[in-house]
């Protein structure tokens, strides 16, 4: 098909073309989009002018014709409301005789819900179910998400292919390992539940702080081994000290 000899489609026993000198597909568009120009793009246009929320306003539909001919799959256009803000739904099927389930949304606030079909307000992202993250399937990975059983959330470093815990690391600053011992500015002792070491050695800086609900008894460890018993009165009742082995008690008053 010509318009003032310049070819605009091409129909064969391969495909239609528009715009493309080959065919290699059922439809092939090619243009030249420099500057913008969008000379490819493909529209759906929706003519209904009193759009609704969940309204469909376009889609495409993946049909197939394996053992029972039905939709495996599609995305869609969902209105968001009126004045034409959309929602892109992708939806899958377990067969073709099934019935489409919403896999993932993007809604108008490019928020993204996997497994579920709305997003809760404040957050760019809802899973309903657990998530994995690793760098291959079924190896090693951070897991985290929610029991619904034991109603309690976690996050674990789990390796699936060996059935085993892996060391879990939080902020470069604690680690968990995978036997469940926790290092805190340190590796994780193999004998020890907690292990707490200070941010340098200077004698203002702390490794250890136990604290009363009050905060006004205190016990504290500092970078040098130090260590320092605080009363009631948050005034020093105790130390002992690394350098020289010696401990020093304060009494006030005795009874």
Not at 55 to 69: A, H, K, L, Y
Not at 148 to 156: D, E, N, R
Not at 179 to 185: L, R, T, Y
Request: net charge negative; charged share 15%.
């Amino acid at each position: 098909f010509d318009v003032d000899t310049t070819r605009m489609m091409t129909l064969t026993s391969t495909g239609l073309g528009i715009g493309a000198s080959s065919i290699n597909r059922k439809l092939e568009i090619a243009g030249n989009n420099n500057g913008g120009a969008k000379a490819n793009y493909i529209r759906i246009t929706d003519t209904d002018t009193t759009a609704t929320a969940g309204n469909q306003g376009g889609g495409i539909e993946f049909f197939t014709n394996d053992v029972t001919p039905g939709i495996s799959g599609s995305i869609e256009l969902l209105y968001a409301g009126s004045g034409g803000g959309g929602e892109l739904t992708f939806n899958t099927n377990s067969s073709s005789s099934g019935t489409l389930t919403e896999a993932l949304r993007i809604d108008e606030q490019q928020r993204v819900g996997i497994g579920a079909d709305s997003i809760t307000s404040g957050f760019k992202l809802e899973v309903t179910g657990d998530a994995r993250f690793g760098d291959a399937v079924g190896d090693d990975a951070v897991e985290l998400g929610w029991s619904s059983g034991g109603s309690v959330g976690f996050i674990q470093a789990y390796d699936r292919g060996a059935s085993a815990f892996r060391d879990l690391s939080i902020n470069n600053a604690v680690t968990v390992s995978s036997s469940g011992n926790v290092g805190i500015n340190k590796s994780p002792a193999s004998t020890v539940k907690l292990s707490v070491s200070a941010q340098t050695t200077a004698t203002n800086s702390y490794g250890l702080e136990i604290t009363n609900a009050s905060q006004n008894t205190r016990f504290l460890v500092d970078g040098v081994g130090s260590s320092f018993f605080y009363n009631t009165s948050n005034a020093l009742g105790m130390k002992f000290d690394a350098s020289n082995g010696y401990l020093g008690i304060t009494q006030s008053s005795s009874s």
